[in-house]
């Protein structure tokens, strides 16, 4: 996991600045109806105090089939219940190892995949079973930013064409007509609108992702969930459209949930971030608390790792280097209790037998841990270590 350390100004000024630049981003596409046919429903605006993205006990278990007759023998589960909210203006970080389930979750949540349990409440509107009727008008509020730009966009349609898709599907039209909006959009980030009738394979990958992110941004959605926006992008490109990122939110008033595994694009665009680990959230608070004082072992751990460019402070020793043990369990086969027990150097016999719940602690942390760093309010009851009792 690449990133930068916490002492250092990640991406650029956090004051947001312009994107600018030659070359622009990475990945992005339309989200897709749902599967199933439904009533049509009518979103109302949140209530203030209430968030305009609910999630709870939310679950996507992939089955797993064998023989001639699709047997069911297991599942992957690939998000085993998931609880937090989005309020209104905010950007929400979602950080964790490769497979922990992030893209998964941000597919849920527009409902490109139908959830196999729970809940998920947009503007007070209960979304997680709604068929393609239903959906419809959601599709204008919530969008998708995709993480690979060139299988994302239709290679034998023109960039005025893969724009102007949203407003051909609901039926809009915007004052001046489609044409001009969809010019006005690739100015918005960053592009000419002599681009208009140019193919994709015409532009760098950078650019490319800002065509996606214009997409996205066609019908003033209110949500935009982004997967990776710019994992595939050269670093001076990733600042770019970061800052992109930025200046639309403070333009248009967007909600974003972001997921990456970049800690340092996820420091520098998030109010709050959740780390997830194996299907579940492990901790969620503010950006600052996170960095600052982190309270899940797996939190450290991945914090820990965060390269120190400095080589006079490297030398100088200052932070502990957590190397953890193994490998992460399969989704097939997750662990009893703490899923991190296996990996932990805190963990205990409760932790191989109960699993912990995701509670809010007195610092403001939401952890799922019996024995979380930096709180003297939860101290260990079992106080034998596993490795201790192993080694025995």
């Known amino acids: 996991m690449s990133s930068v350390s916490e002492d250092d100004e990640p991406m650029t000024n956090p004051a947001k600045s312009p994107a600018g630049g030659s070359e622009p981003a990475a990945g992005a596409e339309q989200p897709a109806g749902a599967a199933e046919s439904g009533a049509l429903g009518t979103l109302t605006e949140p209530r203030e105090g209430e968030p305009l993205l609910k999630v709870s006990g939310l679950k996507k278990h992939f089955p797993i089939t064998k023989g001639l007759f699709k047997r069911r023998v297991g599942a992957v589960l690939a998000v085993d219940g998931l609880d937090f909210e989005v309020r209104a203006g905010e950007t929400l970080g979602v950080v964790g190892e490769s497979g922990c389930g992030k893209s998964t979750m941000g597919r849920l949540i527009t409902r490109l995949l139908e959830p196999t349990d729970g809940k998920i409440e947009f503007e007070g509107k209960d979304i997680t079973h709604l068929g393609v009727g239903g959906m419809r008008p959601l599709r204008r509020d919530v969008q998708m930013i995709f993480q690979d730009p060139y299988s994302s966009l239709n290679p034998r349609h023109t960039v005025g064409a893969i724009v102007s898709a949203p407003f051909k599907l609901q039926g809009v039209v915007p004052d001046g007509g489609v044409k001009k909006e969809v010019q006005r959009l690739l100015q918005v980030v960053g592009l000419s609108p002599e681009h208009y009738n140019r193919y994709p394979h015409e532009f760098s990958g950078g650019q490319r992702q800002r065509i996606g992110i214009a997409r996205a941004l066609a019908l003033n959605p209110k949500l935009v969930v982004a997967d990776e926006p710019v994992s595939a992008l050269d670093v001076s490109i990733q600042a770019q459209v970061v800052n992109l990122l930025d200046d639309l939110q403070a333009e248009l008033g967007l909600t974003y949930v972001i997921i990456a595994h970049d800690l340092s694009v996820i420091r520098h665009v998030s109010d709050r971030i959740a780390v997830m680990y194996l299907g579940k959230v492990v901790e969620l608070t503010d950006r600052q608390s996170l960095y600052d004082r982190p309270m899940h072992p797996y939190t450290r751990a991945l914090l820990s790792a965060v390269p120190v ?84």
Do not use: Y
């Open 309 to 392: 460019p400095d080589p006079r402070r490297k030398s100088a020793g200052g932070r502990e280097r957590i190397l953890l043990q193994g490998d992460v369990p399969s989704p097939m086969n997750p662990p009893s209790g703490c899923r991190f027990h296996t990996r932990c150097w805190k963990a205990t016999e409760v932790c191989r037998t109960k699993e912990p719940p995701l509670v809010p602690l007195a610092t403001g942390h939401q952890v799922a841990c019996h024995h979380p760093e930096n709180a003297p309010d939860q101290e260990p009851g079992d106080t034998k270590l596993l490795k201790d009792l192993k080694k025995k």
